[in-house]
């Protein structure tokens, strides 16, 4: 006439296996820090754009100060820019996701020159 304390039933199987869990593959992330350039091939609003990422500094290239749009002046023989196909007469339009066209010149160099001092020396 007693009640049980504990439940008479048989305890849950576990199943067991000699399988290996599903690999994981770790893929290595690129934390080189990018200046990405938007350049229009000429200085027409309507021209052709081309997006070039630069890894490192100096950029290789020179344009007039003081006034926009930016156009490129010069681009240094086997420097970066050249590398990255930069012409001498593209303009820069963005400067990472910044559009610049309406901006200062103090204002776009100011932006440029904060992001090329987080790029490695070459």
């Not at 081309?50 to 749009?69: C, D, E, I, Y």
Request: glycine fraction near 6%; charge should be negative.
């Amino acid at each position: 006439m007693g009640a049980a304390c504990c439940s008479q039933d048989p305890a849950p199987k576990v199943e067991t296996t000699n399988e290996t869990p599903d690999e994981f593959t770790a893929t290595a992330v690129d934390t080189t820090p990018t200046l990405t350039i938007t350049f229009r091939t000429n200085n027409l609003h309507d021209s052709a754009k081309r997006v070039v990422n630069f890894k490192q500094s100096p950029l290789g290239m020179s344009f007039s100060s003081q006034s926009t749009p930016i156009v490129i002046k010069d681009v240094m023989e086997g420097g970066e820019a050249e590398n990255l196909g930069v012409k001498q007469g593209m303009v820069i339009e963005k400067i990472g996701d910044e559009d610049i066209t309406a901006v200062t010149y103090s204002d776009a160099f100011a932006s440029l020159k904060s992001m090329v001092e987080k790029l490695p020396q070459a």
